[in-house]
């Protein structure tokens, strides 16, 4: 379909360009759906574990699991 303008971006563009928006628009979207997979699976694990391992990672989960900031993101993304 992108290759025979048969999309909306692909008749407004060179369907090249739509075909690279296209795969970075799923690659981003594979990138948010295995942090909402991560912070979902973590949320039990005690965080203390990956503290000097993984410091980026720790600080991005007690942000996440702090009160219910994971509950009003999963219900965001609903």
């Not at 203390?48 to 989960?61: G, N, Q, R, V, W």
Request: a negative charge; aromatic letters at 10%; glycine letters at 6%.
């Amino acid at each position: 379909l992108i290759f025979t303008e048969q999309t909306k971006l692909s008749s407004d563009v060179h369907p090249a360009l739509a075909f690279v928006v296209m795969w970075i628009a799923v690659l981003w979207l594979s990138v948010v759906e295995g942090g909402q997979a991560s912070f979902v699976g973590l949320a039990p694990v005690n965080r203390e574990l990956f503290k000097e391992s993984h410091p980026l990672a720790y600080k991005c989960a007690e942000a996440c699991h702090t009160g219910d900031n994971l509950d009003r993101y999963l219900l965001g993304r609903q």
